[in-house]
């Protein structure tokens, strides 16, 4: 099977991936100081780009790489001098950098990820060592066309140890003209030693105007829901399509329903959101059901805060503000969260039937609001 025809472990599914994404959305601060860190000559070799899933982080890694193979060093020898300084990191569509990478032919570029099991069908788990060290052979293989050499690691949580301290001699000793983008979504994870060698670029969550903006760029339709979906996801587009992939919204809603039953408890209700748990070929759904029922328990401490909220569901924020009146029911709610993920986390371990993990989650909900509701 050839490459293009693999899967790839640095793509969201229903999203384009990264190098076809033409729309960055909400990262100006991001994209602003490595334009003045290029035209102010202080480019640093490697580049930890921050911050949580799905917001952007490996579509800004691509822009930057385009960029940076579309303005090559500067001839000192050049009798027309250095090209003016660029204003934008926005590359030409027509420009042969571009076509060369659709084609995944672009001689100066390397993606280091993980690779994909053509045996088990699956992507691996780890960015192991052998894949670091081939690295090797493509800075050699590259040095003698000139020009910039750029490696995109997504993500550099994924590598192993082995991995981790191979990729460091790499940053320690980095070769003429290459530059490195680590994309990480939990940077505290990585080697200390890795992190103090990379100027960082803090990629942020997104708003639901820039929510809207970005999925419309994937190509998803998304109606009327671009305000739900930036609630639940927490500003990131790859989980906000996830969501659409997966029917999150709807899921959520039956959550909601189900809370509105609190402290009566719609029985019914509760054992067939257990069924779909449970149900064969709907493993990721059941874990976006355990995600989002986080995301219900967060939303209910939150109200007892006064903390305001964007309804993301039908009648949710009455359900709210019932279960959860005043600073006494948010701290209830904020305990049961602890102790609910605790058991979920626990009961995934050792494979504990889904439907009856869904429904003593709901119980111990249930309980919380026979004392909390007004």
């Not at 500067?74 to 926005?90: E, Q, S, W």
């Not at 894949?131 to 550099?156: H, M, Q």
């Not at 820039?210 to 419309?216: D, G, H, I, K």
Request: charged share 25%; hydrophobic share 45%.
């Amino acid at each position: 099977m050839s490459d293009d025809a693999l899967p790839s472990s640095d793509q969201i599914d229903g999203a384009p991936h990264p190098r076809e994404t033409a729309t960055l959305v909400g990262q100006h601060v991001a994209e602003e100081n490595f334009l003045e860190a290029f035209n102010g000559d202080r480019l640093h070799h490697a580049w930890m780009i921050t911050g949580p899933r799905g917001v952007g982080k490996a579509t800004l890694a691509w822009k930057l790489a385009k960029f940076l193979l579309a303005n090559p060093p500067a001839d000192a020898n050049d009798m027309f001098g250095a090209p003016p300084a660029p204003t934008t990191l926005d590359v030409d569509p027509h420009h042969p950098v571009i076509a060369r990478m659709s084609a995944g032919s672009e001689a100066g570029l390397f993606v280091l990820k993980r690779p994909y099991d053509e045996d088990k069908k699956k992507f691996k788990q780890q960015i192991t060592v052998d894949e670091v060290r081939k690295l090797k052979g493509f800075f050699s293989l590259s040095a003698t066309e000139g020009g910039r050499r750029i490696v995109i690691v997504d993500a550099a949580d994924d590598m192993n140890v082995s991995a981790a301290n191979a990729l460091l001699k790499v940053l320690e000793e980095p070769p003429a003209d290459a530059l490195l983008f680590l994309i990480s979504h939990q940077p505290s994870r990585l080697l200390p030693t890795i992190r103090s060698r990379c100027r960082e670029l803090r990629c942020v969550t997104l708003d639901a105007d820039q929510m809207s903006a970005a999925l419309t760029a994937t190509g998803a339709d998304i109606g009327t829901h671009g305000s739900a979906l930036a609630e639940l996801s927490g500003g990131s587009v790859g989980e906000a399509l996830r969501m659409l992939n997966l029917g999150g919204l709807e899921v959520y809603a039956d959550l909601v329903a189900l809370a509105a039953s609190f402290p009566k408890l719609d029985r019914t209700l509760m054992i067939a959101l257990g069924e779909k748990a449970a149900a064969r070929g709907q493993e990721a759904r059941y874990e976006l059901m355990l995600r989002l029922a986080d995301v219900l328990l967060a939303r209910l401490a939150r109200a007892g805060l006064g903390q305001p909220q964007t309804e993301a569901a039908r009648g949710e924020l009455e359900m709210l503000a019932r279960l959860s009146p005043d600073a006494n029911a948010a701290r209830a709610w904020a305990s049961v969260s602890a102790n609910i993920s605790a058991r979920a986390q626990h009961g995934r371990a050792v494979n504990l039937d889904p439907s009856a993990l869904v429904i003593d989650m709901v119980l111990a909900m249930n309980e919380v609001a026979a004392k909390t509701a007004a």
